[in-house]
């Protein structure tokens, strides 16, 4: 029985995986044509408050930017500057970048763009704390999560 346990630990990381990629997808698609950039904007707004709570503005920043150098090599369009301290205008250069582009391209772009932040963050602080974060910034409607495995983690 032993034996399975690293096997189901990995398929349960996977999952978990998938879904959180899957609710950032789908919160992107819940924007209209119009919205992409502000709907980008809204994301990148809530999680920053909640990572920047526990590893302030400088660590926020370089998870940002390894985020952006990474995403820019499907999207070489994306804002390669850092993102501003002032609220508000943290992601301005990234809202200029999206607000460029087709609302099909901007809303891919910034997915990709998420789901690597994301990523980066569950590979340094794990899964469960990952996603404790994601459900702190941007809440834990039914109607945004896509199954009961991520709001139960």
């Not at 970048?97 to 340094?124: H, K």
Request: overall charge negative; aromatic content about 8%; hydrophobic content about 40%.
């Amino acid at each position: 029985m032993s034996l399975y346990r690293p096997l189901i630990a990995f398929m349960l990381m996977e999952t978990t995986e998938l879904l959180r990629q899957q609710v950032v997808k789908r919160l992107m698609a819940q924007s209209t044509e119009e919205e992409v950039a502000d709907t980008a904007i809204d994301l990148w707004e809530q999680i920053a408050t909640q990572i920047i709570s526990i590893i302030g503005e400088g660590g926020f920043a370089s998870l940002y930017m390894r985020s952006v150098c990474l995403t820019q090599s499907t999207y070489p369009w994306l804002a390669a500057v850092s993102p501003q301290s002032k609220i508000g205008q943290r992601f301005t250069d990234l809202k200029i970048s999206l607000e460029g582009q087709s609302p099909e391209q901007a809303s891919a772009a910034n997915s990709l763009l998420l789901i690597t932040f994301t990523d980066i963050l569950a590979s340094l602080i794990g899964e469960q704390l990952t996603i404790r974060i994601l459900r702190s910034a941007w809440g834990n409607d039914p109607s945004k999560m896509p199954g009961k495995e991520f709001k139960n983690e």
